[in-house]
């Protein structure tokens, strides 16, 4: 069984949270230039995806997604370090954001929720069959959570999805 201990001078899981989105440096560089598609979900909504594409020399680019947090966006500070990231390596680049974090509401009344692990699927499987070099997904705190529930339902097919996967900062107990 693992252990975790807060600092005394950050405790509970709410200033924890705040932390970094108060007070975390941000990335030097100027926010990236995000590519936005919208696409049509299989009932009727839409969801929107931001990318930053591959440097143009790099054709045999990987990509990188990330699912981002709750309320989060391809605007987050996590989401830019990420960006960032991958444009050094010249890394193709994609966020999707779940329904209502693109800054517009969605048609459906259907919310986003940690486990969501049929959307997250859907958009792997999409960036799949039109991304032929390695795809990565990282996914931060609810992200992550949705993302290791994908990987946890497709079982061994998910090697046929993505090269590798990781959660940061994703809940255990929800």
Known sequence: MQHFRAPRWLPGGNLQTLWP?????TAPAPPPHYRRERWDTPDGDFIDVDFVDAMPANSAAPMLVLFHGLEGSS?????QAFAHRAAAL???????????CSGEL???PRAYHSGDF????????RLRERQRQ???A??????GNALLRWAEEAGDSAAGTVRALAAVSSPIDL
């Open 21 to 25: 989105a108060l007070f975390a440096r």
């Open 75 to 79: 605007m987050s500070h996590y989401a």
């Open 90 to 100: 010249g890394w193709a680049y994609a966020v999707p954001h779940f329904r209502g």
């Open 106 to 108: 969605n048609l459906a």
């Open 118 to 125: 049929e959307e997250v699927g859907w958009i792997l499987r």
């Open 134 to 136: 390695p795809l990565y």
């Open 138 to 143: 990282a996914g931060v705190s609810l992200g």
